[in-house]
Each structure stands twice: as C-alpha cells, then as structure tokens.
C-alpha cells in the first residue's frame, strides 16, 4: 500500500529563519511521481512542484529546495528565508506513475512564520 | 497548465438537503477525481470519474451519498446527498496531469448547519 508521512504536524519560525518540511513515502512501485503542495487559510490548493522517481537530482525554485531521496524515501522541502506569506499547511502527495491524478497525501505540516 | 473551475467556492447547506458542485476544465482529460478534506483533516480521495462510465469509489464513498456525473471531457459534478453536519468539509476536484502538475479547483467550502 502507499502511504506518505509528514511526520511535523505544525511548525513556527521566526521570518528569515530556513525551515525544512519533511516527507517520507511508502510505495512498492518502481515508477512514481511525488508532489508538493501548499494550501493557504483560503482553501485552495497551490502546486509548488513534482518529481519523477527515476529523476533524483535536486531542484531549486527562488526561496524553494527539495531533496529527494530514493534511498530513504524521502522528499523534503526547505524554504530559505522565510516570509510571513509563507505562512500556510503544504502537503507532500504520491502517485503511481499508471495513476493519472490520483494522489495520496500526506496528513500535512502547518507552517506559521512569525515577523 | 489546465485550468479548474469549480463552484461554488462555498455554501451554508441546512441538513438533509442536497447540493451539487461542479468542475469545468479548460481543455480535454481522460480522468477527474473529487476530494474530500474535513476540517483539519488531509485530503481524502472519494472517487473517479470516467466519462462514459459509473464512476469508481474510493472505500468508505458510496454512490448514492455522492452521486458524480461526468457527461463529458471537459466537466463533471458531484453532488453531496442528504446533508449532516459531518458532512462539512471542503471539496476539491482534479485532472489528469499534463507534464508537469495535477492541477486543482480552487475547492468548495461546505459548511452544513
């Protein structure tokens, strides 16, 4: 079965401060997409990123990192420098590569920047 | 990258009564899928809709609670029956992704009183 742990249900920092959001991920498939999203208090769900399992290479997006690791399952997020916008739940997502949008998520991680 | 619109963003429904969300695509996708988050809650998968055929549940999702229509390519609806309180929660739909994201509709915010 697949399963996605986003083990830090809420997280608070200080604006400015470097935060790292972490996903660990359960699958048996060998091809498989993971995903990143962020959900501000307005509902909506805003795509930050997606990654192929066969495509390890790390990406960078402004103030955004992710890491992906097959080898510990895992595909953390950083935000550098954060900012009081960024202030939000992000979910990380898994889905198997035959699954079109069918996404299991992860239960999420409340970030709260504080200035 | 496609674009969802779903509406209505939100409703205040009183129990026992029925209210159908829809989602309009901008272009053609084989596969919509509607979510369920309840407050606090992650994102649920209720099910999949085809068009041309019934559309697929997710466990613990029936059809007669949340009937889904998918008429054709670009849209589909799904209707929340029979409303309680529990029921209170955000909708969301989906497409296939393109190359590059699963795109979402911008949810709909239930709230049954």
């Known amino acids: 079965a697949q399963k996605v742990t986003q083990a830090q249900t809420e997280i608070s920092v200080v604006e400015k401060e470097d935060v790292t959001l972490d996903c660990v991920y359960e699958t048996r498939d060998t091809t498989y997409y993971l995903f990143w999203y962020k959900q501000p208090p307005s509902g909506e769900l805003v795509f930050l990123i997606r990654r192929n399992s066969f495509d390890e290479q790390n990406e960078i997006s402004g103030r955004y990192s992710w890491n992906f690791q097959k080898s510990t399952s895992s595909f953390n997020f950083t935000i550098t420098a954060s900012q009081v916008v960024d202030s939000a739940v992000y979910f990380c997502?898994?889905?198997?590569?035959?699954?079109?949008?069918?996404?299991?998520f992860g239960q999420g991680t409340e970030l709260s920047v504080k200035p | 990258s496609a674009v969802i619109s779903q509406k209505p963003s939100r409703d205040i429904c009183q129990r026992g009564t029925s209210l159908t969300i829809q989602c309009q695509v901008d272009?053609?996708?084989?596969?919509m899928f509607w979510y369920r988050q309840q407050p606090g809650q992650s994102l649920t998968l209720i099910a999949t809709?085809?068009?041309?055929?019934?559309?697929?549940?997710e466990s613990g999702f029936v059809i007669d609670k949340f009937p889904i229509s998918r008429p054709n390519l670009t849209f589909s609806t799904l209707t929340v029956s029979n409303m309680s309180p529990e029921d209170s929660s955000i909708y969301l739909c989906?497409?296939?992704?393109?190359?590059?994201?699963?795109?979402f509709g911008q949810g709909t915010r239930l709230t049954v009183v």
């Open positions: 272009s053609q996708v084989t596969m």
């Open positions: 989906s497409g296939d992704f393109t190359n590059t994201e699963a795109f």
């Open positions: 997502a898994l889905s198997s590569y035959n699954q079109g949008g069918k996404l299991i």
């Open positions: 809709a085809n068009q041309g055929s019934e559309a697929t549940y």
